[in-house]
């Protein structure tokens, strides 16, 4: 360990550097994925409930989720 940077600081440091060289159309396609399994999730829980309210904050989760997996599928193509 160097002088006054501690081991969680250099951990930090490389996922940094391995997010940067990450392709934009990457990061894309797997925020939209997970944003889509979470307003999916949050879709279901508000059904369950019964609460209209979450089931349509839900549903526009799930609907942008596949939207931004989408724009990162084209951008894989078009080349980004």
Do not use: C, W, Y
Not at 2 to 29: L, W
Not at 51 to 72: H, T
């Amino acid at each position: 360990m160097r002088h006054g940077v501690s081991p969680i600081h250099n951990e930090k440091e490389r996922f940094r550097k391995v997010m940067i060289m990450i392709k934009q159309s990457t990061k894309d396609r797997v925020a939209g994925k997970v944003e889509e399994i979470k307003g999916k999730a949050k879709k279901e829980a508000g059904r369950a409930l019964n609460r209209p309210d979450i089931e349509e904050k839900g549903a526009d989760e799930e609907f942008s989720g596949k939207v931004r997996r989408k724009v990162g599928e084209v951008e894989k193509v078009v080349g980004q």
